[in-house]
């Protein structure tokens, strides 16, 4: 699978980066925190969610106002201007009737949506949604607001992930230590201190409840028991706020679910039943997509030598070794606990198979 990035210009002239992948019915995620399309589409974080999306369907995704690809120094961060670049991207892409997935933030975008357009809705999908910003929810709540604020202006652009790891560890608490690391850089390289801390201001005050009564769409709630960064009330509250909505909660600790994790798989089973996806039929990822380096990396993997005799062989750190498997496993699609030894054995057919 392959994207192909391009580029439209919202209505105050923002330029907003949107990416295209898969083949099907199409399903748009609304931009969330955080988010740099190129860098996405490498991680260890995400990509699964690209590639169970792009299976069966044809996925629209964009980076917000601010981040990523998108232009970087902008004026207006509110909702009117997310559901504005929103509705950018959809005609941009031709689109007439999709489906549409809100992640977090993105959920409240996707019902302030859903409420103005019903006509260009098959279903409604928010996954780890709110109705009401933080700021909203209460004093500890607002303290917690607060406290987070302070971490993105102390330690956002320090080399040192410290104050970055917070977001990790709520995000994520159930990650690798590469994963988490992965998750620092991408906070780093995607937008800037100053923009980071006005975009999660802007998320505080966010308010859909009367808006969630006017959505006519289909619409299925999804959320973690152990969400740390929204709380598993706000999915309730948000589902019995949508008329008809239906709720799954998910045995999860993980703002972000992760490939290995029995959630993730509950998410894709109940997403597809929702939407009645037909997954593609997809051959196997084979070894020829990895890099010359990847792939040297992998052959002494395969020979049973440790990640630092790697390093010491190609002379390369540690942690650059780490970083090729990590990236390894994602275009392989293999991860957990098995994923070592299944790269390896992928290294290992593909060489038996070049021999006379």
Same mark, same amino acid.
């Given at each position: %699978? ?6 439209? *210009? ?12 898969? +083949? ?7 931009? !969330? ?17 690209? +590639? ?11 980076? @917000? ?7 970087? =120094? ?12 929103? @509705? ?7 689109? +007439? ?19 103005? &357009?019903? $006509? ?25 607001? =607060? ?16 104050? /970055?790891?917070?977001?990790? %560890? ?5 990650? !690798? ?11 780093? &390289?995607?937008?800037?201190?100053? !923009? *980071?801390?006005?975009?999660? &201001? ?20 999804? &959320? ?35 490939? +290995? ?8 089973? $109940? ?48 942690? !650059? ?18 994923? /070592? ?16």
């Amino acid at each position: %699978m392959s994207q192909k990035v391009g580029y439209c *210009a919202a209505p105050d002239a923002v330029k907003l980066a949107y990416a295209v992948h898969g +083949d099907g019915p199409p399903i748009v995620r609304v931009a !969330t925190w955080m988010t740099h399309l190129e860098f996405d589409w490498e991680s260890p974080v995400w990509r699964h969610w690209l +590639d169970a999306l792009g299976d069966g369907h044809t996925l629209i995704r964009y980076d @917000e106002r601010g981040c990523g690809l998108s232009d970087r =120094d902008v004026d207006d961060i509110s909702l009117d201007a997310w559901v504005a670049d929103l @509705e950018t991207v959809v005609d941009a892409a031709g689109l +007439d009737r999709f489906a549409l997935l809100g992640v977090s933030t993105g959920a409240a975008v996707a019902v302030a949506y859903a409420a103005r &357009h019903p $006509e260009r809705l098959t279903h409604l999908v928010l996954y780890g949604g709110y109705a009401r910003g933080r700021t909203l929810r209460g004093a500890s709540e607002r303290r917690l607001q =607060d406290a987070l604020v302070a971490a993105i202006s102390a330690g956002w652009t320090n080399p040192d992930p410290t104050f /970055r790891h917070l977001f990790s %560890m709520l995000f994520l608490p159930a990650a !690798t230590p590469e994963q988490m690391e992965w998750y620092d850089d991408l906070q780093r &390289h995607s937008t800037s201190a100053a !923009t *980071a801390v006005r975009l999660y &201001h802007a998320r505080g005050p966010l308010n859909v409840v009367e808006l969630a009564a006017q959505v006519r769409t289909r619409t299925l709630v999804v &959320h973690a028991l152990g969400d740390r960064v929204v709380p598993v009330d706000e999915g309730r509250l948000l589902a019995t706020l949508v008329p008809g909505a239906r709720l799954v909660v998910l045995e999860s600790a993980n703002h972000i679910l992760l490939s +290995d994790e029995p959630a993730w798989a509950s998410f894709v089973s $109940e997403l597809r039943a929702f939407l009645g996806t037909e997954r593609a039929t997809a051959r196997p990822v084979g070894v020829e997509e990895l890099s010359p380096r990847e792939l040297e990396v992998l052959e002494l993997v395969a020979a049973g030598l440790t990640n630092e005799a790697i390093a010491e062989q190609l002379s390369l750190s540690v942690r !650059t070794v780490e970083r090729h498997l990590t990236n390894m496993y994602v275009k392989l699609r293999v991860s957990g606990k098995a994923g /070592r030894a299944a790269a390896a054995a992928r290294f290992s057919e593909a060489a038996s198979l070049r021999r006379p």
